[in-house]
T-cell receptor
């Protein structure tokens, strides 16, 4: 079974803090994705990566950056957290066109 | 840019009835895939079914089928004989394949909250 883990299930941070959300997969997948999910908006793609040290902007990259130093780990970074970044963050991984396996999500609250 | 529209924010259905969840999409690309995901209250995203833009047959997976009408740009999910455990959020999504290989991430609709009543 594919296992996608996210570092925290719930996270509370203060405005202005630097926040790291970690995603780790154990299936040697090339592709990794970060989405945020908000009620009434569905999921929106923030960033994705097809290889180590490679990154591509998604639909809503503003206020975020990413890091992929190892194939199994894809980090989402909020350089200076703001209240409008309070959301559910979902990581996904896959290989090929058809697959995206999602992690359990991190519910981030910025106060 | 791609766009997915799900026009039913919420639906109530009696157990054992069939359910159709609507999805329309917009893209100028010729090669793409359409996906449906289920998200129960636990929050996990569960892949249900996939339809490729060049597939001539509608996709089926157990009780799930995808009614693909390419000319209308619609990809409705049909759940036969609904069960209480089908109560969840359902998301339609699409992904475009690049001509040189590779693809973007998924573009999702806003979702439909389906509640199955006993």
């Amino acid at each position: 079974d594919v296992k996608v883990t996210q570092s925290s299930r719930y996270l509370v941070k203060r405005t202005g803090e630097k926040v790291f959300l970690e995603c780790v997969q154990d299936m040697d997948h090339e592709n990794m994705f970060w989405y945020r999910q908000d009620p009434g908006l569905g999921l929106r793609l923030i960033y994705f990566s097809y290889d180590v040290k490679m990154k591509e902007k998604g639909d809503i990259p503003e206020g975020y950056s990413v890091s992929r130093e190892k194939k199994e780990r894809f980090s989402l970074i909020l350089e200076s957290a703001s209240t409008n970044q309070t959301s559910m963050y979902l990581c996904a991984t896959g290989t090929g066109f058809y697959e995206q396996y999602f992690g359990p999500g991190t519910r981030l609250t910025v106060t | 840019a791609q766009k997915i529209t799900q026009t039913q924010p919420g639906m109530f259905v009696q157990e054992k009835e069939a359910v159709t969840l609507d999805c329309t999409y917009d893209t100028s690309d010729q090669s793409y895939g359409l996906f449906w995901y289920k998200q129960p209250s636990s929050g996990e995203m569960i892949f249900l079914i996939y339809q490729g833009s060049y597939d001539e047959q509608n996709a089926t997976e157990g009780r799930y089928s995808l009614n693909f009408q390419k000319a209308r740009k619609s990809a409705n999910l049909v759940i036969s004989a609904s069960q209480l455990g089908d109560s969840a959020m359902y998301f339609c999504a699409m992904r475009v394949a690049y001509s040189g290989g590779g693809a973007d991430g998924l573009t999702f609709g806003k979702g439909t909250h389906l509640i199955i009543q006993p």
